[in-house]
């Protein structure tokens, strides 16, 4: 393609086709020859890739209930963002491509035929419908920005209209507008390795710290979690950051071979890595009793000393949890787990009642990009409009999805925010070339 591109979307990812999709629709309306062209480059083999492995290949499209407090990031700005084009709104435009959604217990929503291929077919078909060209194996290496101006007695005016020559590895490609989407750094064998970032540093933007973000987490090997490998139950964890509680939370934790993860894990290790990217000193301590205290669970000990004193430890313990995880933490405290319940010292009792209301997790590590949901960091909200997720510093640029710094808890949040940011610039970057002629 040697001739200017009108919109081109760097990065097929959800953001990326969506804003693709809305471009293309503002521009020419529905299916039509002659249109404006919109164009879509990826640096990866499969356009879409990890829409497909999203949800354990299932694509969980969005939550039933989306508010701002569900996400990282400058609230006002991401409040205005996900009202302009809410989850309803979402479902709406995948019935309008031929998706149907079912709502799980959990309120995550989900393509009724449980495969996240159906969600991607319907983001290339409307693709194709509208004349999208899709550029897998594109990888852009650099952009550069200019102004088209007007030859007037061989002097140069400069007008407000932007011009971008991006070199790629097939070549070069002109654009008149530029939709950045290539993510962040999560998931990299999918193409998100953060390429995007370097981009638009050189195009005048910042970025902030990024680090793993809905990431299991690994544990020291002298903790009892591979014994448990598999095992999952609600918990509350407290994550403390130099001392100070920042985030405490209540889910399911899953036990596994390296450590844990399951979604309350995976939602309080953002936290976590960006400490450690900080360089500042951080704990999570778990209740496996959540809603309930120290002084709760010693009474609760107590009574079931007086009821049964010949009860085993493990035996009284595994009236509220797995007793696989009963003895665990009996032998983690340094406790027998066949001493009877009524012969437990004070001492003991109390170093058995802290393990159960605040045992410290020995988090060695995250388990990396490789595992890693999303990307907490990026570009700075406050460099965006958030009424279009234009560029405050580069006319005619516009940034989208997961290279913003915002990321969402899980359970659909972070696709809401990729179709929200889509459609904003979609929309929004046509409406701007609609002005410039």
Same mark, same amino acid.
């Given at each position: 393609?040697?001739?200017?591109?009108?919109?081109?979307?760097? #990065? *097929?990812?959800?953001?990326?086709?969506?804003?693709?999709?809305?471009?293309?629709?503002?521009?020419?309306?529905?299916?039509?020859?002659?249109?404006?062209?919109?164009?879509?480059?990826?640096?990866?083999?499969?356009?879409?890739a990890?829409?497909?492995?999203?949800?354990?290949?299932?694509?969980?499209?969005?939550?039933a209930?989306?508010?701002?407090?569900?996400?990282?990031?400058?609230?006002?700005?991401?409040r205005?963002?996900?009202?302009?084009?809410?989850e309803?709104?979402?479902?709406?435009?995948?019935?309008?491509?031929?998706?149907?959604?079912? !709502?799980?217990?959990? #309120?995550? +929503?989900?393509?009724?035929?449980?495969?996240?291929?159906?969600? @991607?077919?319907?983001?290339? %078909?409307?693709?194709?419908?509208?004349?999208?060209?899709?550029?897998?194996?594109?990888?852009?290496?650099?952009?550069?920005?200019?102004?088209?101006?007007?030859?007037?007695?061989?002097?140069?005016s400069?007008?407000?209209?932007?011009?971008?020559?991006?070199?790629?590895?097939? $070549?070069?490609?002109?654009?008149?507008?530029?939709? +950045?989407?290539?993510?962040?750094r999560?998931?990299?064998?999918?193409?998100?390795?953060?390429?995007?970032?370097?981009?638009?540093? %050189?195009?005048?933007?910042t970025?902030?710290?990024?680090s793993?973000? +809905?990431?299991?987490?690994?544990?020291?090997?002298?903790?009892?979690?591979?014994?448990?490998?598999?095992?999952?139950?609600?918990?509350?964890?407290?994550?403390?950051?130099?001392?100070?509680?920042?985030?405490?939370?209540?889910g399911?934790?899953?036990?596994?071979?390296? *450590?844990?993860? *399951?979604?309350?894990?995976?939602?309080s290790?953002?936290?976590?890595?960006?400490? %450690?990217?900080?360089?500042?000193?951080?704990?999570?301590?778990?209740?496996?009793?959540?809603?309930?205290?120290?002084?709760?669970?010693?009474?609760?000990?107590?009574?079931?000393?007086?009821e049964?004193?010949? !009860?085993?430890?493990?035996?009284?313990?595994?009236?509220?949890?797995?007793?696989?995880?009963?003895?665990?933490?009996? %032998?983690?405290?340094?406790? &027998?787990?066949?001493?009877?319940?009524? !012969?437990?010292?004070?001492?003991?009792?109390?170093?058995?009642?802290?393990?159960?209301?605040?045992?410290?997790?020995?988090?060695?590590? &995250?388990?990396?990009?490789?595992?890693?949901?999303?990307?907490?960091g $990026?570009?700075? +909200?406050?460099?965006? &409009?958030?009424?279009?997720m234009?560029?405050?510093?580069?006319?005619?640029?516009?940034?989208?999805?997961?290279? @913003?710094?915002?990321?969402?808890?899980?359970? *659909?949040?972070?696709?809401?925010?990729?179709?929200?940011?889509?459609?904003?610039?979609g929309?929004?970057?046509?409406?701007?070339?609609?002005?410039?002629?």
């Amino acid at each position: 393609m040697s001739d200017k591109i009108d919109i081109a979307v760097l #990065g *097929g990812g959800a953001a990326g086709l969506a804003a693709a999709i809305f471009a293309a629709e503002a521009l020419h309306g529905s299916v039509g020859q002659g249109a404006p062209r919109v164009v879509v480059l990826d640096g990866a083999k499969t356009i879409g890739a990890k829409i497909l492995i999203s949800g354990g290949g299932r694509c969980n499209v969005t939550h039933a209930v989306v508010r701002s407090q569900d996400f990282h990031g400058s609230q006002p700005v991401i409040r205005n963002v996900l009202a302009a084009f809410s989850e309803h709104a979402t479902c709406r435009w995948f019935a309008s491509l031929g998706v149907e959604l079912k !709502q799980e217990e959990t #309120g995550k +929503l989900f393509p009724v035929t449980d495969k996240a291929r159906t969600v @991607l077919d319907a983001l290339l %078909r409307r693709c194709r419908e509208l004349h999208v060209a899709l550029l897998p194996q594109h990888r852009v290496m650099d952009i550069q920005s200019h102004h088209v101006g007007s030859q007037a007695n061989h002097t140069e005016s400069v007008s407000a209209e932007p011009c971008f020559v991006m070199a790629h590895s097939h $070549g070069t490609l002109l654009a008149r507008r530029i939709i +950045l989407a290539t993510g962040g750094r999560s998931l990299p064998k999918t193409g998100s390795d953060g390429g995007g970032w370097d981009i638009v540093r %050189r195009l005048g933007h910042t970025v902030t710290e990024t680090s793993p973000a +809905l990431v299991p987490l690994v544990l020291e090997s002298s903790m009892f979690h591979a014994e448990l490998s598999g095992l999952s139950h609600t918990v509350e964890l407290t994550t403390l950051v130099e001392g100070k509680i920042i985030d405490r939370r209540t889910g399911s934790l899953l036990w596994t071979h390296f *450590g844990v993860s *399951g979604p309350v894990v995976m939602d309080s290790s953002r936290f976590w890595t960006m400490a %450690r990217v900080a360089d500042l000193s951080v704990d999570i301590r778990c209740n496996f009793c959540p809603g309930e205290d120290f002084s709760e669970i010693n009474q609760w000990l107590l009574g079931r000393g007086k009821e049964k004193p010949q !009860q085993s430890i493990a035996k009284t313990l595994s009236q509220r949890f797995p007793e696989r995880f009963a003895t665990a933490l009996c %032998r983690w405290c340094g406790l &027998d787990p066949v001493q009877s319940i009524a !012969q437990l010292p004070q001492g003991q009792r109390r170093s058995l009642v802290h393990g159960l209301t605040g045992c410290r997790l020995p988090v060695l590590r &995250d388990r990396g990009w490789n595992y890693a949901e999303v990307t907490a960091g $990026g570009v700075p +909200l406050s460099e965006i &409009d958030f009424r279009s997720m234009a560029s405050r510093k580069v006319p005619g640029l516009y940034v989208i999805g997961e290279m @913003l710094d915002c990321d969402g808890r899980i359970g *659909g949040f972070n696709f809401q925010w990729a179709w929200a940011t889509g459609h904003a610039a979609g929309r929004a970057s046509a409406a701007s070339l609609d002005m410039a002629e």
